[in-house]
């Protein structure tokens, strides 16, 4: 049950092009040792989420060599593929694949590492690795020629392929934002709650709360079953800052169902419903 959970938070993410996925921590499960086998969905769910958010993410030939066999993804392996680009078969071509390091080798006398790209032949590149590294190839035409390394957002970048999304933890709300890899933050932030407005306004030309499509990188914010206002109240370095109300946190403050049947909406049914509501900014956003 924990794993379908995960498994439809992660299909979102691959649906809507989510690049970065955060898991942060609310204050409001305490973290246990792990029960007796190992597996934490009740001991750490914050762990757990992130265990298989990572595990799903990952292209199906390199789940063995990176992810030991562990309780938290006994399951995992019969959830709904993400069928993301970079989840290739091995008779399917496309010029960038992710691989992981094997072995050692040589190109011309120079130190190289082998990686296995889900291909019937291993690709060679011209750097040293560490053992199960897992690195972003450009594959050579020529299955005896030699791949080259790229960033993992050139597959993106130069040829508009997604090419799934990066996970992270974050120990408290505040780390959210005070720990993001991306120069200068996020430039809009969206936090969710029933006491914000409509989701429509943000699409409303005009509206304050309309979203000007010039934003580099947008984050949108869940909060657990007790809503962000409890992640702010187990926030002390927030408190100490002088924070009393989590909506000025963040640049806009929305209420993704108005007028809910259901006294909650569950996180994986948040996520959808976010992430369609947002659809139209961020196809704005893509249009420039």
């Not at 690709?123 to 594959?139: D, H, N, Y």
């Not at 020529?142 to 990066?166: L, M």
């Amino acid at each position: 049950m924990k794993n379908a959970l995960v498994g439809q938070i992660a299909r979102a993410c691959a649906v809507f092009c989510v690049d970065e996925v955060i898991v942060f921590d609310d204050g409001q499960a305490p973290i246990r040792a792990p029960e007796r086998d190992g597996y934490t969905a009740y001991s750490d769910p914050n762990f757990f989420l992130y265990h298989v958010l990572s595990y799903l993410e990952t292209p199906p030939h390199l789940r063995k060599a990176l992810f030991p066999m562990h309780p938290d993804l006994r399951t995992a392996g019969a959830l709904p593929s993400l069928d993301m680009p970079h989840h290739l078969r091995s008779n399917e071509w496309c010029p960038f694949r992710e691989g992981v390091s094997v072995g050692a080798t040589q190109i011309n006398g120079q130190a190289a590492t082998l990686l296995d790209c889900g291909l019937a032949k291993q690709v060679a590149v011209r750097l040293e690795l560490e053992p199960q590294t897992r690195l972003t190839v450009r594959v050579p035409e020529d299955e005896n020629g030699e791949g080259e390394a790229v960033a993992p957002d050139t597959p993106r970048e130069e040829a508009g392929y997604y090419w799934g999304y990066s996970v992270r933890q974050a120990s408290s709300l505040g780390a959210v934002f005070t720990e993001c890899p991306f120069d200068g933050g996020y430039d809009m932030s969206v936090g969710t709650s029933e006491r914000g407005t409509t989701l429509s306004t943000l699409l409303e030309n005009g509206n304050p709360s309309y979203i000007e499509p010039s934003w580099k990188h947008l984050v949108l914010v869940f909060g657990g079953v007790s809503g962000l206002e409890a992640a702010l109240s187990a926030d002390r370095e927030l408190k100490n800052a002088g924070v009393t109300e989590v909506k000025d946190l963040f640049d806009r403050w929305v209420n993704l169902v108005p007028g809910q049947g259901s006294r909650t909406i569950r996180t994986e049914e948040a996520v959808w419903i976010g992430l369609t509501g947002l659809r139209s900014v961020v196809e704005a956003r893509s249009a420039l």
